[in-house]
């Protein structure tokens, strides 16, 4: 089993207590989505792409193996998408950190959203 399907295989366990979750191939990647939001990506490399706040990605970005995502070679993606390196999830721990961040923002995000279509009605 190859480190990407490791991690993919980690996500998928995590996940597997939230609702309405589904894989999309995206990103260059395997992307797990809730409330129609990406939350994670598992990228070529074996890192994490993590969408998390963008109030909180100064904060994170401080963190080890932890750097703004890019598209390509100096093609940054906007704040808040993070590239979580492998060897800064190895542990439980670390990954169950990075895993909180996304599926927090993906709340709030959701949340948020919720709000919008209620005050558009």
Excluded: Y
Aim: no cysteine; hydrophobic share 45%.
């Amino acid at each position: 089993m190859d480190e990407n399907t490791e991690l993919a295989d980690r996500i998928r366990d995590a996940l597997a207590p939230h609702a309405s979750v589904r894989e999309v191939k995206m990103f260059g990647g395997l992307s797990f989505m809730a409330n129609e939001k990406m939350v994670v990506s598992v990228m070529r490399d074996g890192a994490l792409l993590v969408r998390a706040d963008p109030e909180r990605a100064p904060e994170l970005l401080t963190l080890e193996g932890a750097e703004p995502a890019e598209m390509g070679a100096g093609r940054p993606m906007k704040n808040g998408w993070i590239a979580v390196s492998p060897e800064a999830i190895a542990a439980e721990q670390e990954f169950d950190f990075w895993l909180g961040v996304a599926l927090e923002f993906n709340e709030k995000d959701a949340r948020a959203k919720d709000s919008r279509k209620r005050t558009t009605r």
